[in-house]
């Protein structure tokens, strides 16, 4: 018997071996959890989950202690504009 990718369609039980939680909005992807670093170089565990799902985007992040759901991808050249 042979295998083939048809047999690890997208999107239809093509399951990891993960716990991650999957997405809530678009049902497809997983929410993955992303790391940063502080202003002391101290690393952030878990601040943002991003949807796997290029088409979804949905992302969350935790700042100062207030959650942001679903913000838009600000590129790096407004991102220096933002005041404190
Ligand atoms: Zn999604």
């Keep these: 018997m042979e295998y083939t990718m048809h047999d690890y369609k997208l999107g239809g039980g ?3 071996n993960s716990s991650f939680p999957k997405c809530q ?4 992807g ?3 959890p992303l790391s940063d670093f502080g202003s002391q170089g101290a690393p ?3 601040k943002a989950w991003v949807c796997t799902n290029p088409n979804c985007g949905f992302n969350l992040k ?3 202690g207030d ?3 679903n913000e838009p991808v600000i590129s ?3 991102h220096s504009a ?3």
């Design 67 to 69: 959650v942001y759901i």
């Design 62 to 64: 935790i700042r100062n």
């Design 30 to 32: 997983d929410l993955v």
């Design 44 to 46: 952030i565990h878990y």
């Design 25 to 28: 909005k678009c049902s497809a």
């Design 82 to 84: 933002r005041a404190r």
């Design 76 to 78: 790096g050249s407004m």
């Design 14 to 16: 093509f399951v990891e």
